[in-house]
């Protein structure tokens, strides 16, 4: 999952600015380091806090122009935003999600919608009984 930055100069500065994310931006004297901090700034801005309702939305496939660079989005946080987004646009509950994938404790799934790192048992079952879950989207 990549999204889309447009890098400026202006003068002794860089400035990213996310094209798909309102407020998420980053500045710093060097393009080099603009681009390393632009990922830590993007994963963080997509890490919300448990029990969020934020709908993020997703990234354009293919953005391509002058000064337009695309970042990666860490894998973890890729799927447990992804889990979220999928939970709430179908009006589940953590519980009910919980409950789908045959976890016992709600702690395990609410692990899922942060920072995780599911099993390839846990994929083969969101991929079995989760319909139309991007996967792809995810690992690309």
């Not at 980053?26 to 393009?31: G, I, W």
């Not at 830590?40 to 354009?60: I, K, N, R, T, W």
Request: some cysteine; glycine content about 4%; charged content about 25%.
């Amino acid at each position: 999952m990549k999204y889309h930055f447009k890098v400026e100069a202006d003068g002794k500065w860089f400035t990213a600015y996310c094209i798909e994310l309102e407020g998420c931006r980053v500045q710093e004297r060097s393009k080099d380091t603009l681009l390393v901090v632009a990922k830590e700034v993007l994963d963080a801005f997509l890490s919300e806090p448990q029990g969020s309702q934020v709908l993020f939305p997703s990234p354009q496939e293919k953005l391509e122009g002058k000064d337009i660079v695309a970042i990666e989005v860490d894998p973890e946080i890729a799927f447990g935003m992804t889990m979220r987004q999928y939970r709430i646009t179908r009006k589940m509950t953590q519980a009910q999600m919980a409950a789908l994938l045959d976890m016992v404790h709600l702690t395990s799934y609410q692990r899922l919608e942060r920072r995780s790192n599911p099993t390839l048992g846990l994929i083969k079952k969101v991929h079995d009984r989760l319909p139309g879950f991007p996967l792809e989207t995810i690992l690309s």
